[in-house]
């Protein structure tokens, strides 16, 4: 099942090689068709802007052991773009740096259907081929519920997301997500393991706020048996 799911979402699961940190975050953005261009600037826009935030770099930098960061956009099954492949976030320098290459990306497409669950297992690919990380975290941001291939729950059952965190940024913007409402969705079939949660941005203006309260609550400090960094205010 492994194989065949992988084979699907294009991934080859690869060793993790050595290194040190405290958290391994794979940020995973939607550009499926129900994100229009417009929308997408903001989202990308917004995440480049939570990255350079004072408060998000202190949450990266607060503490001796420093956190990996990838971050890819996806949309349909066979459609997952990498916008920044692994880097250890070890100074400001290298946020700012992240955050103009996200600025300065471009859509790989833009006309393809929902499908989370090939998104998740892209992630846990890339979390194989990660730093070797105390702490896993996958971040999916979509604006849509799974409409193509498997789901987030089949893709929990096949690919290693053993001991991994997956948190959800929920743009609450679509007028009609049929029976199944987003934050629904989200809540119960995509989040999952230690602490988890959703953040919440009510439209894509709001996308810059969610993100970057929801880095600030993802990167506090990590404790060993999976206590969930405190909630900031505001």
Request: charged share 15%; hydrophobic share 50%.
């Given at each position: 099942?492994?194989?065949?799911?992988?084979?699907?979402?294009?991934?080859?699961?690869?060793?993790?090689?050595?290194?040190?940190?405290?958290?391994?975050?794979?940020?995973?953005?939607?550009?499926?068709?129900?994100?229009?261009?417009?929308e997408?600037?903001?989202?990308?826009?917004?995440?480049?802007q939570?990255?350079?935030?004072?408060?998000?770099?202190?949450?990266?930098?607060?503490?001796?052991?420093?956190?990996a960061?990838?971050?890819?956009?996806?949309?349909?099954?066979?459609?997952?773009?990498?916008?920044a492949?692994?880097?250890?976030?070890?100074?400001?320098?290298?946020?700012?740096r992240?955050?103009?290459?996200?600025?300065?990306?471009?859509?790989?497409?833009?006309?393809?259907?929902?499908?989370?669950g090939?998104?998740l297992?892209?992630?846990?690919?890339?979390?194989?081929?990660?730093?070797?990380?105390?702490?896993?975290?996958?971040?999916v941001?979509?604006?849509?519920?799974?409409?193509e291939?498997?789901?987030p729950?089949?893709?929990?059952?096949?690919f290693?997301?053993?001991?991994?965190?997956?948190?959800?940024?929920v743009?609450?913007a679509?007028?009609?997500?049929?029976?199944?409402?987003?934050?629904?969705?989200?809540?119960?079939?995509?989040?999952?393991?230690?602490?988890?949660?959703?953040?919440?941005?009510?439209?894509?203006?709001?996308?810059?706020?969610?993100?970057?309260?929801?880095?600030?609550?993802?990167?506090?400090?990590?404790?060993?048996g999976?206590?969930?960094?405190p909630?900031?205010?505001?």
């Amino acid at each position: 099942m492994i194989g065949r799911l992988a084979a699907l979402t294009g991934l080859t699961l690869m060793a993790q090689p050595a290194g040190a940190c405290r958290l391994a975050l794979v940020l995973a953005i939607d550009v499926s068709s129900s994100v229009d261009a417009a929308e997408d600037v903001l989202q990308r826009q917004g995440l480049a802007q939570a990255l350079v935030d004072p408060e998000v770099m202190a949450a990266f930098l607060t503490a001796d052991d420093p956190v990996a960061l990838a971050v890819f956009e996806w949309s349909g099954r066979y459609n997952q773009a990498t916008l920044a492949d692994w880097t250890v976030v070890q100074s400001p320098d290298d946020l700012i740096r992240l955050s103009a290459q996200i600025a300065g990306s471009s859509r790989s497409h833009n006309d393809f259907p929902t499908a989370m669950g090939h998104a998740l297992g892209h992630a846990a690919g890339l979390l194989q081929s990660a730093p070797a990380c105390l702490f896993q975290t996958i971040d999916v941001a979509g604006d849509g519920i799974n409409n193509e291939g498997f789901g987030p729950v089949e893709a929990y059952r096949a690919f290693p997301f053993e001991g991994v965190t997956v948190n959800g940024l929920v743009v609450n913007a679509a007028d009609f997500e049929g029976e199944v409402g987003l934050i629904p969705f989200y809540m119960n079939e995509v989040i999952r393991g230690p602490g988890a949660f959703i953040e919440v941005a009510t439209t894509f203006d709001d996308y810059a706020r969610a993100m970057r309260r929801k880095l600030i609550r993802e990167l506090g400090v990590q404790v060993l048996g999976g206590a969930a960094a405190p909630v900031p205010q505001g």
